[in-house]
């Protein structure tokens, strides 16, 4: 059985967006649901939910993460899914759907300073968050010509937009890595 975060939250569908017209939960209220994971599961949705800002998936919400329910067993988390960037489209609506410590934000403007209050509100080190954050931007930028190509060749793909998406990612992420260093 999977339940998404909504569900685990005792949130009906229609309020998966925190600013949406009957508010949902929150970037916090999503983290500290995974603290109820096993460590290694907890770790895990933070590195979702980095990696989300990192790609710029501006639709991320709490029906986006799940937990697997198996018999017999404790929940975890389950794989990360419907992710998509919205960086080749900028007519398309750039802001998060859940707000970025406390505010509404656009991928390019989340800076150290967010990560550290994200961190705070729910418990992490500040300093562990930024640095998790350089290690997801330094393994997407070692490893993008490879996905690149990996996904290129998939039936039905255009490389082109495979790699526009993937050179527009990729900038996303370095200009978020930049802005770790920016004092608090």
Not at 69 to 80: F, H, K
Not at 119 to 142: C, F, H, I, N, T
Request: charged share 20%.
């Amino acid at each position: 059985h999977q339940e998404d975060f909504a569900q685990a939250n005792g949130v009906p569908p229609g309020r998966k967006y925190e600013r949406g017209t009957l508010p949902g939960p929150d970037i916090e209220t999503l983290l500290r649901t995974g603290r109820n994971l096993p460590p290694a599961d907890a770790l895990a949705l933070l590195d979702q939910f980095i990696f989300n800002i990192l790609v710029a998936n501006t639709d991320a919400h709490a029906k986006n993460y799940s937990l697997l329910l198996p018999i017999g067993s404790e929940p975890r988390l389950a794989p990360l899914y419907d992710v998509s960037t919205v960086l080749p489209w900028p007519r398309v609506v750039q802001y998060f759907a859940q707000n970025i410590a406390g505010k509404k934000r656009k991928p390019g403007d989340v800076a150290a300073r967010h990560w550290d209050a994200i961190s705070e509100a729910v418990g992490y080190r500040p300093a562990d968050v930024r640095k998790r954050v350089q290690e997801l931007v330094d393994a997407m930028v070692a490893r993008r010509v490879a996905v690149t190509n990996a996904v290129a060749a998939q039936p039905g793909c255009t490389t082109g937009y495979v790699e526009q998406a993937a050179s527009l990612i990729e900038a996303n992420a370095l200009r978020v890595a930049g802005r770790l260093r920016q004092a608090a």
